[in-house]
């Protein structure tokens, strides 16, 4: 079920990523130079930064125990999963995914 679900939604959170970025940037410097700046979008570009910010967490999260419960042929490979997936963070966890996380998991006996 997460396969399919991480499918579509691992492209809309890059993409909604991207355009929160872009969005952000051009408010700020759209900003720049005025005397009394317009703060009217800032609460939304806040509310979507804290979204942005808690859905990656949440992802991986979800991939640090996705890679800690997974059996893997070399104990030194889950180390090595995990240390990428925590120093990169979010760009780490999707790396995993589409390299590991797309199999299902088996379980330990």
């Given at each position: ?15 909604w990523?991207i ?50 419960l ?6 030194s ?12 963070n979010m760009?780490g ?10 199999n ?6």
């Amino acid at each position: 079920m997460a396969a399919k679900v991480f499918r579509y939604l691992i492209p809309v959170y890059i993409i909604w990523f991207i355009l929160h970025m872009i969005f952000f940037f051009s408010f700020v410097f759209s900003q720049i130079g005025r005397e009394i700046p317009d703060f009217s979008l800032l609460g939304l570009l806040f509310l979507s930064h804290f979204l942005v910010i808690i859905c990656g967490a949440a992802f991986t999260v979800y991939m640090v125990i996705d890679c800690a419960l997974r059996k893997f042929d070399d104990e030194s490979q889950k180390v090595v999963w995990i240390i990428v997936i925590v120093i990169l963070n979010m760009l780490g966890a999707i790396i995993y995914y589409y390299v590991h996380g797309k199999n299902p998991r088996k379980s330990r006996k």
